[in-house]
């Protein structure tokens, strides 16, 4: 059983800098991948940025790529995601998820509950 919760939301200003994390418990798989997805009000929940367990390779959504990094600290058995530049249309609720890589919303088994970012502009 894998455990994701979610920290570090919160309601900034368009330009400014916000770091979310997600504590990992439980074991993860050679083969998993822990990632970030994002739902905004009335529409689907969409991939934002994913680390391969094995390799520590990342991918980004192309909407947040050069803007948002994610990263994992093995001590801490966390995995952030450091949003810069953020935009009113980041605002949604920020989901940590952990499944097989590729992950996307079908490979992914494990969810945390949330967290709201909220950029106004």
């Known amino acids: 059983q894998v455990q994701l919760v979610e920290s570090g939301g919160g309601t900034v200003q368009a330009g400014d800098s916000l770091r979310l994390s997600c504590q990992v418990s439980?074991?993860?798989?050679?083969?998993?991948?822990v990632g970030w997805f994002r739902q905004a009000p009335g529409k689907e929940r969409e991939f934002v940025a994913y680390i391969r367990q094995s390799s520590g390779s990342t991918l980004y959504a192309a909407s947040v790529k050069g803007r948002f990094t994610i990263s994992r600290d093995n001590a801490k058995n966390t995995r952030d995601l450091q949003m810069n530049s953020l935009k009113p249309e980041d605002t949604a609720v920020y989901y940590c998820?952990?499944?097989?890589?590729?992950?996307?919303?079908?490979?992914?088994?494990?969810w945390g509950q949330g967290t709201q970012v909220t950029v106004s502009s």
């Open positions: 998820a952990a499944g097989f890589a590729p992950l996307d919303t079908s490979t992914a088994r494990y």
């Open positions: 439980g074991r993860l798989l050679s083969s998993w991948a």
